[in-house]
């Protein structure tokens, strides 16, 4: 079908077969669909949605526009996480240490920031000398050697998806639940992966800010890469709060870093790690169940193996040999850290989560536009969780910026973010539902 009548077609509430969704892929990929026809398509699309069969179509399609991976090499399943993204979500960190050292093997090709949401890859690239893009042939090797490796997405994988999203993006047309699975499930088909587990978060600080909506995408999410041959399970999660104490670059690795080494672990950021390394174990087929999941995920944990594993993939990388022996020495600190205190007695009984993402973009710790630098040191730490008791003095937040005026922005942007209240406000649980 020429383009014109695929967008037609679509326009008026009609589906697609196989074959034009290719066709068009094609299209989008060597450029001879313009970027005119391209937004079209993704217009109608938002307004007329796609069959679950169109979306599995459209994601192997996109898998299919370049490079996809496969491990024939390694004896371990193959077995990744995706977090549709949130803030103080440094759950990834831990996660592949863990599960590598539980047998799995995590070729984890993870995101930068952008917007109000942290990225994986900006944090990794805080510790000197972590090459976040290795060639194929290292990342091959740490996955073989360590068991995971968290590196950035290649420009070979998927590449119909950078096109597309970067017109969607311009375009009003990213908050279409078909395109967003399409999207997301083309880059994890193309890294060739035996199985996925979904962190969907819900709330404030996220990407689908009600239960409603994260739940379609969830649900659209584990059907379509069940669609598309890869085994999927989905765990919608809360975001209407950060989820680590700390938020930013720096400040998330070392918060990562004492909960490796068991200093200190975030309960509910805890909650959530072990529940996704035990869904991703009974994925790969190490564990019988959730509950074996999680005893073999704590154990891994408690018995520093998946510290040790972390420190091997930081080292096998081209980071210190030493980081979590010492990660201050490593990590760069902002040269102003200030509390900001509650001001009245009372209980956190709210976030503004987004606002608390924007601060740390604000502070420069996140990027406004895809390509601009950010400032890895600044940041916030501290952060309590909902219900917390406070006085007057107690610090809701540390901030770690380049200057005072910085701080005294911040401040006043974390004063808004948190609300404090006089009585204790009900408990929202951290996993809110399972799909698969
Ligand atoms: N993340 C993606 O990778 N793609 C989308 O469309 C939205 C979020």
Redesign the pocket.
Known sequence: MLTQEIIRTKRDGGELDAADIAGFVRGLTDESVTEGQVAALAMAVFFRGMSRTEAVALTLAMRDSGEVLSWPELDRPVVDKHS??GVGDNVSLMLAPIAAACGLAVPMIS?RGLGHTGGTLDKMESIPGYQAMPDNALFRKVVGSVGCAIIGQTGNLAPA?KRF?GI?DVTAT?E?VP??T???LS?KLAAGLGALVLDVKSGNGA?MDTPERSLELARSLVEVAVGAGMPTTALVTDMNQPLASAAGNAVEVRNAADFLTGSARDPRLLEVTLALAAEMLVSGGLAANPEDGLARARAALEDGSAAEIFNWMVHALGGPSDFLADPDRHLGTAPVKTALTAGRDGYVTDYDTRGVGLCVVALGGGRTRPGDPVDHAVGLTGLLPIGTRIERDTPIAFVHARSDDQVAAASAQMRKAVTIGDAPPAMAPVILSRQG
């Open positions: 549709t993204g995101g998806d999203y969607r990213v279409s395109l967003i399409a999207s997301i880059k990407f």
